[in-house]
């Protein structure tokens, strides 16, 4: 089983800063990318950051210049460093991982539960 647990929401002021973890754990063979989503009440969820195993990025055009995804293969984590925070922001967050659990297994995706932000005067 491959669980992704997320990490750091919480409530912090227009203009602050947060930064998320989404930590990957169980049968991980190889993972091929990560990504950021986030959803609002009667909204989509929507695509907000990517990265693929090799490291190449990409960004909702809403949050480019102020999100930075990263990432640390050893640990098998990825991050979600939101600067600038505006309170069209706040959204439950939620990883995304894209996987092999094993050599030679099938590709196979995940999500984890989701962490709240709210950005909020």
């Known amino acids: 089983q491959v669980q992704l647990v997320e990490s750091g929401g919480g409530l912090v002021q227009p203009g602050g800063s947060l930064r998320l973890s989404c930590a990957a754990s169980g049968s991980i063979f190889r993972i091929n990318a990560m990504n950021w989503y986030r959803q609002v009440p009667g909204k989509q969820r929507e695509l907000v950051a990517a990265?693929?195993?090799?490291?190449?990025?990409d960004y909702a055009d809403s949050v480019k210049g102020r999100f930075t995804i990263s990432r640390d293969n050893a640990k098998n984590t990825v991050y979600l460093q939101m600067n600038s925070l505006k309170p069209e922001d706040t959204a439950v967050y939620y990883c995304y991982a894209l996987l092999h659990t094993r050599q030679l297994a099938p590709v196979t995706n995940y999500w984890g539960q989701g962490t709240q932000v709210t950005v909020s005067s």
């Open positions: 990265i693929t195993s090799g490291g190449s990025t």
